[in-house]
T-cell receptor, first 111, second 112 residues
Framework: DAGITQSPRHKVTETGTPVTLRCHQTENHRYMYWYRQDPGHGLRLIHY???????DKGEVSDGYSVSRSKTEDFLLTLESATSSQTSVYFC??????????FGPGTRLTVT | QKEVEQNSGPLSVPEGAIASLNCTYSDRGSQSFFWYRQYSGKSPELIMSIYSNGDKEDGRFTAQLNKASQYVSLLIRDSQPSDSATYLCAVIPGGGADGLTFGKGTHLIIQP
């Protein structure tokens, strides 16, 4: 298995609170991605990173920000969580713009 | 809008038969194509990648790509109950670094 961990694995939070999800890799891969998965929508790209401090927006980036200060860590922040951000969040890594390997996921519930 | 379409299923196949999963994509500039398997409550697992027209075989799995028809398929031979899962088709759109665009997946059930 690719060395990817996500924390926390489960979180329940209230509307309006900030939330940060962490993705950590031990593979030294250049590319890292955040996706969300929702019934009826499938997996959708939120943000991605192509190097330390290099990030860009994906399809559903509104309400989310990211940071990557080290190769191994990619953080996803919900500045003010809303119920529409209740989802399962997956981090993925890739050595090049090709095969992506997914972490175990974080189930986030915003009440 | 770059789209990837899959039949949601469920697709029911008897054990030992060939399961055939199909996917179409809208972006003619796409160059890289992937199949992921996802068990309920788990993360997607990469099972096949294909980059050029034709067939690519790996064990019981065969991926087929037809860029002219914008069509990707996955064949699973000698289907086993453990193959029961949702299969996700994913594409890297033309223009590069935007991550994967996924279909919504096909739910496959292998009947013992």
């Amino acid at each position: 298995d690719a060395g990817i961990t996500q924390s926390p694995r489960h979180k329940v939070t209230e509307t309006g609170t900030p939330v940060t999800l962490r993705c950590h890799q031990t593979e030294n891969h250049r590319y890292m991605y955040w996706y969300r998965q929702d019934p009826g929508h499938g997996l959708r790209l939120i943000h991605y990173s192509y190097g330390v401090k290099d990030t860009d927006k994906g399809e559903v980036s509104d309400g989310y920000s990211v940071s990557r200060s080290k190769t191994e860590d990619f953080l996803l922040t919900l500045e003010s969580a809303t119920s529409s951000q209740t989802s399962v969040y997956f981090c993925a890594i890739s050595e090049s713009q090709g095969r992506q390997y997914f972490g175990p996921g974080t189930r986030l519930t915003v009440t | 809008q770059k789209e990837v379409e899959q039949n949601s299923g469920p697709l029911s196949v008897p054990e030992g038969a060939i399961a055939s999963l199909n996917c179409t994509y809208s972006d003619r500039g796409s160059q890289s194509f992937f199949w992921y398997r996802q068990y309920s409550g788990k993360s997607p697992e990469l099972i096949m990648s294909i980059y050029s027209n034709g067939d690519k075989e790996d064990g019981r799995f065969t991926a087929q790509l037809n860029k002219a028809s914008q069509y990707v398929s996955l064949l699973i031979r000698d289907s086993q109950p453990s193959d029961s899962a949702t299969y996700l088709c994913a594409v890297i759109p033309g223009g590069g670094a935007d991550g994967l665009t996924f279909g919504k997946g096909t739910h496959l059930i292998i009947q013992p």
